[in-house]
């Protein structure tokens, strides 16, 4: 091939790219480094590594002919796509989860906006949190505690009791305190109020936790895992206090540690809010002009 012909071949308008081909490209790239990424943080990555090994298998059958393995190959295969599907049904569910927790269509359509509008935690709610469970750890008490944030827990607050009280640091004490009839499970608040308690949570698959963790810590990473919420959790064994969000724990934790993780939730539910109120009145702006 020439020189003349490469340049022709490669000369833009020959290719008649349109601007069309070139979004495509952005949003297929884009998916397909999200699907790596998303393999790369699950145990998806283990699986496709042993599904190489069975293609390089399959090729050396093709190379030497062994008819009689791809026979059984290419019938097994034609099921595939369904058995994939059972397979990876939890991190598939895991990966829609996270890509409605971006908040695409709510940033156009508030959908959520009554709920993300709602109150917030107070000043007076962290210290209370920091105080009951800093007694609980001195203690030794094992305790729970969900902090409902965008994505509803309505699922397990039904696994529970229903409370609906305001957050106090006596309130939180009782409930946890040893033998007593609420201390078994996770409690639930949503703002300033303790919405339910002895709530059952998923537990955390997460291979790379630490054996040392028993079952309130798993329950704490599952729970954060599946949604945006924040759980705090007190050792029963150690006293120690750790938190859980976005799938990731953060051990022995410190007084101040814990007011700096409840004060950012603050600070995410507030600008969340100030986003929707500043929504809505430009909704009403359009809505005055459009009127007259």
Known sequence: MSLDQIKQYMDWNTLNVTWTDVAEIIILSFIIYQIMIWIKSTRAWTLLKGFAVVLALLAVAAIFHMNTILWIA????SLGITALIIVFQPELRRALEQLGEKNILTTIVPFDSSKTAGEGMTDRTVSELVKACFEMGKARTGALIVIEQSVSLQEYDRTGIALDSLVSSQLLLNIF???TPLHD?????????VRSATCYLPLSDNMTLSKELGTRHRAAVGVSEVSDSLTIVVSEETGSVSVAKSGRLLRNLNQEQLKEQLHALQAKTGEKKRKVLKLWKGRGGHEDKAAQ
């Open 74 to 77: 290419k019938n097994f295969f």
């Open 177 to 179: 305190e040893k033998n």
């Open 185 to 193: 499970g996770a409690v639930i608040l949503a703002g300033n109020r």
